[in-house]
């Protein structure tokens, strides 16, 4: 069984910074590409940014760039976001998703991704 787990959402005021984590179980971890979505109250889930199987290809959202960082360790089988800067605008219920792929290229829609985590609260205060 699948489990994708979130872990270290809170309460942050902006400009403030935030380290989110995803645990991975019941999968190869290695053979997947994986991503960071986000969903705030009354809107689309959006994608925040993803990262190749090996790590190699990363991709962001223009609202983050700059700002958030993602990585992984596929031998502890973890995806990673750090978030810096943060603005009110964060503040969303943050997903990992795990798509299936062993390319550099990276998808944005959330279709794309079978595997998603319970998510966690982000909240940025003004």
């Known amino acids: 069984q699948v489990q994708l787990v979130e872990s270290g959402g809170g309460l942050v005021q902006a400009g403030g910074s935030l380290s989110l984590s995803c645990a991975a179980s019941g999968l190869s971890f290695r053979w997947y590409s994986m991503a960071w979505f986000r969903q705030a109250p009354g809107k689309e889930r959006e994608f925040v940014g993803g990262i190749s199987w090996s790590g190699g290809g990363t991709l962001y959202s223009d609202s983050v760039k700059g700002r958030f960082s993602i990585s992984r360790d596929n031998a502890k089988s973890t995806l990673s976001l750090q978030m810096i800067s943060l603005k009110p605008e964060d503040t969303a219920v943050y997903f990992c998703?795990?798509?299936?792929?062993?390319?550099?290229?990276?998808?944005?829609?959330?279709?794309?991704?079978?595997?998603w985590g319970q998510g966690t609260q982000v909240t940025v205060s003004s």
């Open positions: 998703a795990a798509a299936r792929s062993m390319s550099t290229v990276l998808t944005t829609t959330a279709v794309q991704y079978g595997y």
